[in-house]
């Protein structure tokens, strides 16, 4: 699996590093509130354990699981929602975690479906930002880090459902991509 890694972009140290800073931040903002904590489905769930560990409040959790890659490395464009919340959230101060902002179309999705169903707030934390390939404006509150525009895996991120089990963010080698 490491073979088909160009280069370490993120070691486990770092995503560590950045789960404390962020953790601090938003325990700052939510001080005296009971944030509900909403991850995206699949590629979150590393990045959400460890941060809901860093937040020092009383908190509960709950999924949602949206697609727009279908497999491959290139955005469909479409979103769609493949598993709804078993949460209401009418009145809820909403934390919605990602695990990489790209487009903005899945965000963009997300802020219209979930506002539409009247939070209290909604405020938006993604590990990664790709910012060239920004196409849509999504509001992100926090950002762990900025990163290139080139396909990552790991910590998560998957390729075809794969490599989500690597401890760090790396790039994935062109070449394991390439004509398929
Ligand atoms: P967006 O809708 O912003 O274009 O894309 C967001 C989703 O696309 C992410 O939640 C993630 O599933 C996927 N994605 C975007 N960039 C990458 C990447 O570099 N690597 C992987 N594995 N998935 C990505
Ligand atoms: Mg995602
Ligand atoms: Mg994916």
Known sequence: ???DIERVL??????????????AEITRDYAGKRPLVIGVLKGVVFFMTDLMRELDFLTDMD???????????????????VQDLSTDIEGRDVLLVEDILDSGRTLVYLQEL?????????????LLDKPEGHQMAAHVDYVG??????????????YNEYYRNL??????????????
């Not at 950045?18 to 953790?23: H, K, N, T, V, Y």
């Not at 697609?67 to 479409?78: I, R, V």
């Open 63 to 81: 999924f949602i699981d949206v697609s727009s890659y279908h497999g491959g490395t290139e955005s469909s464009g479409e979103v769609t929602l």
């Open 10 to 23: 993120y070691s486990q140290d770092d995503i560590k590093a950045a789960c404390e800073r962020l953790g």
């Open 145 to 158: 880090f900025k990163v290139p525009n080139e396909f990552l895996v790991g910590y998560g991120l998957d």
């Open 167 to 180: 401890p760090y963010v790396g790039v994935l080698k062109p070449e394991v991509y390439a004509n398929k």
């Open 114 to 126: 979930l506002s539409a169903r009247k939070p209290k707030s909604l405020k938006i934390v993604t």
């Open 1 to 3: 699996m490491n073979n």
